[in-house]
């Protein structure tokens, strides 16, 4: 946990660099997400023990959000530690930092739309025509969240970081299938399509981004990072595993 | 007010692969060239090394070298009875931008594109009768052979350091290459790459299905190589990191490292970065162009380039599209089949199968482009008979790893959760013990299938996008199952502890990546009324213009294109130093 933490540090550290978090900085300290929204992780998910302590008695992760609002916060961390639950492959999806990952993507020219054609007029089109709403990536996540709260109070009676674990299930197995439709909202399976997309990458894109904490998305499969001089790997390793430290961009800067 | 620049003898649209064969081949013959390049100079000393280089978030997901949709893209629809609409971020294909262009990001895969494709028509209605192509397959022979190109095919693989190895030297089969290739003068500049463990089980696979495996041939440097301008290649380390990725190692034939850096280092070359071609200029008469307009998208300033010969040397879609927006040749209709310009774009098709071998260790993340292993014995093998199964083109079928990178690759077997600790045990078991086998497929060319400007969507500088227009047809359907069955037929044979078959792609969608071989637009060929350029590329409309690149392509191959572009842009050259400049005109009567 000793390194954990340092590298949140490192990272926090790093973050105020550059300007949106440097003005979250310098705010006084937003409420942590867990007391005013009992953290979902809690029913089933004891403490990160794989890791050898507890987890701190405060979650340093609230200082390090830079888009999402409180309720936006409960909802990224419910359900990235849904869909990354703690076992002995690795820590949960908020202990190797997907929302954090999440919330600086947002936060970041992707989030923003840096890239993406916004110039009317708005069609649906079919699916072959690929993304058409007039949503930057930030506002379909806000959008989206908020649709999937409402729908989520409708059907359980509480919002989507508060429902049962099953009902939880139950509520994105049915968005990823098309089942779950918003009223007034963005279109459910296109949120999906991006959240779905940013867990992967809060997982397994390099840690310099604030996920894949400890490189722990690339443990799970063996990949091994940035550094590959395979020149004489190609017939030494066929067949056989590699094994070799997993090394990311901030390890060999 | 646009500013006026001095008249030089060459203006090059675009400083990729063809705008860099271009630019050193035209400044050596003497002539003051200009290159406007609308992004910025990248280098490997700066841009692509490591550890930085190594980002799959940023150049993969974010498509970090390649153009950016929100200052221009097309509109796309599959076909004319839809709506057009923008396409609002890259996806089924990923034009590059900056110096060095797609050059820069591409795997290295280099072909040699046969009269099979060249006499595509003649070939055909030769066989099985003029009723076997369909009335609505807009094919027609190129106008140029192979044994014209050959000698450029040669030049463009000693320049870019391709490995491979070959399968027919003058007409002599040799063991261990492709034995359906065309005669080559000699074999490759360097030995084929190390196959890695997927390659070798499909090779083994494919022989004892009657099959004729061969490495596939690639600019990446097996061993460390000098190439015949001097320029100097590192040998590839199989970093895993190859397409979406500049090579840190310079083992990757790229123009950056070969023919950009010669030309740069002749005063009679000058480069402008950050310069946006809007318009091709015409004279009066309309048959000669004057030069282009562009501007310095660092400041908005716009200016104007006079020259004695334009190069169209941007990516495909965009030289097609330039020429839409000057206003040169006459557009294409899909409904009175007349005019030119925008006719048979093309892309390609695709199937393929994922294995899951309990026990094996594939590393997939050891890997280059140029690991993989392909037959062709469906493609260039012209005794496959696709009369028993009623499909013009052919495909081909390979394995191997180009990259594997994790954000994009977590191979796992169907009906495996999408979270949760089962996918994580899942995605844990198998991304090390996963291959996959695929085939790649022609698309020929159909009458619905084009370009033309959208009525509706404008880019950044206020000009309508192009409008792209395609799906895949029943011919590409017919092809394509037969690929399918081939492959799980393969894949079958291997005992695989489970896998994913292949299954036909029907329709395009633009979301997921698919290929970035999009063909056609102004297509070569014998007369001005079935063609936008002659066999050396010319305008027929404008004898000083010449437009290089996949744009030129009449239907699109199996293979990937890069081969026949980067010999096409040496005939080019050749054709206007030797023959052009001596007698400045139409190089073939219309």
């Given at each position: 946990m000793k390194n954990?933490?340092?590298?949140?540090?490192?990272?926090?550290?790093?973050?105020?660099?550059?300007?949106?978090?440097?003005?979250?900085?310098?705010?006084?300290?937003?409420?942590?997400?867990?007391?005013?929204?009992?953290?979902?992780?809690?029913?089933?998910?004891?403490?990160?023990?794989?890791?050898?302590?507890?987890?701190?008695?405060?979650?340093?992760?609230?200082?390090?959000?830079?888009?999402?609002?409180?309720?936006?916060?409960?909802?990224?961390?419910?359900?990235?530690?849904?869909?990354?639950?703690?076992?002995a492959l690795s820590p949960k999806g908020t202990d190797i930092g997907i929302n954090i990952y999440i919330d600086h993507a947002l936060a970041g020219g992707w989030g923003k739309g840096e890239r993406l054609y916004m110039q009317g007029p708005w069609k649906p089109g079919v699916p072959n025509q690929g993304y058409q709403l007039p949503l930057t990536p930030a506002e379909l996540y806000r959008a989206g969240i908020a649709a999937a709260n409402a729908f989520c109070v409708k059907t359980y009676g509480k919002s989507f970081d508060k429902i049962a674990e099953s009902q939880r299930e139950e509520f994105l197995l049915g968005l990823q299938a098309g089942k779950v439709t918003f009223e007034n909202g963005p279109p459910a399976r296109v949120f999906f399509t991006t959240m779905y997309q940013t867990v992967m990458e809060g997982m397994f894109s390099d840690p310099i981004y604030g996920g894949n904490r400890n490189k722990a998305g690339w443990k799970i499969i063996g990949f091994p990072g940035v550094i590959a001089v395979h020149y004489q790997n190609v017939e030494k390793f066929r067949d056989k595993k590699y094994i070799a430290d997993t090394l990311s961009i901030a390890d060999v800067s | 007010?646009?500013?006026?620049?001095?008249?030089?003898?060459?203006?090059?649209?675009?400083?990729?692969?063809?705008?860099?064969?271009?630019?050193?081949?035209?400044?050596?013959?003497?002539?003051?060239?200009?290159?406007?390049?609308?992004?910025?100079?990248?280098?490997?000393?700066?841009?692509?090394?490591?550890?930085?280089?190594?980002?799959?978030?940023?150049?993969?997901?974010?498509?970090?070298?390649?153009?950016?949709?929100?200052?221009?893209?097309?509109?796309?629809?599959?076909?004319?009875?839809?709506?057009?609409?923008?396409?609002?971020?890259?996806?089924?294909?990923?034009?590059?931008?900056?110096?060095?262009?797609?050059?820069?990001?591409?795997?290295?895969?280099?072909?040699?594109?046969?009269?099979?494709?060249?006499?595509?028509?003649?070939?055909?209605?030769?066989?099985?009768?003029?009723?076997?192509?369909?009335a609505d397959m807009t094919i027609q022979d190129w106008g140029i052979t192979y044994a014209e190109l050959e000698p450029y095919y040669d030049k463009f693989e000693y320049m870019a350091g391709v490995s491979g190895k070959a399968g027919n030297i003058r007409g002599r089969i040799?063991?261990?290459?492709?034995?359906?290739?065309?005669?080559?003068?000699?074999?490759?500049?360097?030995?084929?790459?190390?196959t890695v463990l997927a390659s070798h089980m499909f090779s083994e696979a494919a022989k004892n299905h009657g099959y004729h495996p061969f490495p596939r041939p690639s600019a990446n440097a097996s061993r460390a190589y000098t190439n015949p301008d001097g320029a100097r290649f590192g040998a590839c380390q199989?970093?895993?990191?190859?397409?979406?990725?500049?090579?840190?190692?310079?083992?990757?034939?790229?123009p950056h490292i070969t023919v950009i850096p010669i030309a740069m280092r002749n005063p009679n070359f000058e480069l402008r970065t950050h310069a946006w071609v809007t318009k091709v200029l015409k004279d009066a008469s309309g048959k000669r162009v004057t030069g282009v307009s562009y501007t310095n998208v660092l400041n908005g300033e716009e200016f104007e380039q006079p020259a004695a010969i334009v190069l169209l040397c941007a990516y495909a879609i965009n030289n097609v599209h330039l020429m839409l927006l000057s206003d040169i040749g006459q557009p294409y209709d899909p409904v009175s089949q007349q005019g030119v310009i925008g006719k048979n774009y093309c892309y390609q098709t695709g199937a393929g199968a994922n294995l899951f071998f309990e026990g094996r260790n594939f590393n997939p993340f050891i890997s280059a482009g140029g690991t993989n292993v392909s037959i062709d014995d469906f493609n260039l093998n012209w005794d496959f008979d696709r009369g028993n199964h009623g499909f013009v083109g052919g495909y081909t079928i390979g394995s191997g790893f180009n990259s594997a990178l994790p954000i994009g690759y977590r191979p796992v077997p169907r009906g495996t959760?999408?979270?949760?600790?089962?996918?994580?045990?899942?995605?844990?078991?198998?991304?090390?013990?996963?291959?996959?086998?695929?085939?790649?497929?022609?698309?020929?060319?159909?009458?619905?299938?084009?370009?033309?400007?959208?009525?509706?969507?404008?880019?950044?500088?206020?000009?309508?996008?192009?409008?792209?227009?395609?799906?895949?047809?029943?011919?590409?359907?017919?092809?394509?199952?037969?690929?399918?069955e081939m492959v799980n037929d393969i894949a079958k044979s291997m005992n695989p502890t489970t896998f994913t078959p292949a299954s036909v792609r029907t329709s395009w969608s633009v979301v997921p990546y698919q290929s970035t071989h999009n063909t056609g637009g102004t297509i070569m060929g014998t007369n001005p009324r079935n063609s936008a350029v002659n066999k050396y590329l010319q305008s027929w409309d404008c004898h000083n213009l010449f437009l290089i690149g996949a744009n030129v392509f009449v239907h699109n191959a199996s293979y990937n294109p890069t081969g026949p572009v980067g010999a096409l842009a040496y005939w080019t050259a050749d054709a206007i130093r030797n023959r052009y400049l001596k007698n400045p005109g139409p190089l073939v009567p219309a």
């Open positions: 954990d933490v340092f590298d949140r540090r490192t990272f926090l550290k790093g973050a105020v660099a550059g300007s949106a978090a440097a003005v979250i900085g310098a705010l006084p300290q937003p409420v942590p997400a867990q007391q005013d929204a009992p953290a979902p992780a809690q029913q089933d998910v004891p403490a990160p023990t794989q890791q050898g302590a507890p987890a701190p008695a405060q979650s340093p992760t609230s200082a390090t959000y830079a888009y999402l609002n409180l309720a936006e916060q409960a909802f990224v961390e419910a359900l990235v530690d849904h869909m990354v639950p703690a076992d | 007010m646009a500013t006026k620049m001095k008249e030089v003898d060459v203006v090059i649209v675009g400083l990729g692969w063809t705008g860099g064969i271009l630019a050193k081949e035209l400044t050596e013959a003497g002539l003051k060239v200009v290159a406007l390049e609308r992004g910025g100079m990248r280098s490997t000393a700066n841009d692509y090394s490591v550890p930085q280089v190594r980002d799959e978030l940023r150049y993969v997901q974010r498509h970090d070298l390649m153009q950016n949709t929100a200052k221009d893209t097309l509109t796309i629809r599959n076909n004319p009875s839809q709506e057009a609409l923008p396409m609002r971020r890259l996806g089924s294909f990923l034009p590059g931008e900056a110096v060095g262009g797609a050059g820069v990001h591409w795997s290295g895969h280099t072909w040699r594109w046969t009269d099979m494709e060249f006499k595509v028509r003649s070939l055909y209605e030769q066989r099985y009768g003029k009723n076997y192509i369909p040799q063991s261990g290459g492709n034995p359906f290739e065309a005669p080559r003068a000699r074999d490759y500049p360097l030995p084929p790459l190390t199989y970093c895993g990191f190859c397409a979406r990725f500049g090579c840190e190692a310079n083992a990757k034939g790229s959760p999408s979270w949760g600790k089962e996918w994580k045990a899942a995605t844990a078991k198998w991304y090390q013990t996963a291959m996959n086998i695929g085939s790649s497929g022609s698309v020929m060319a159909n009458r619905y299938n084009y370009y033309d400007l959208d009525p509706t969507y404008r880019n950044a500088f206020g000009q309508p996008l192009m409008r792209m227009t395609f799906d895949y047809t029943e011919n590409e359907n017919k092809m394509g199952r037969h690929a399918a």
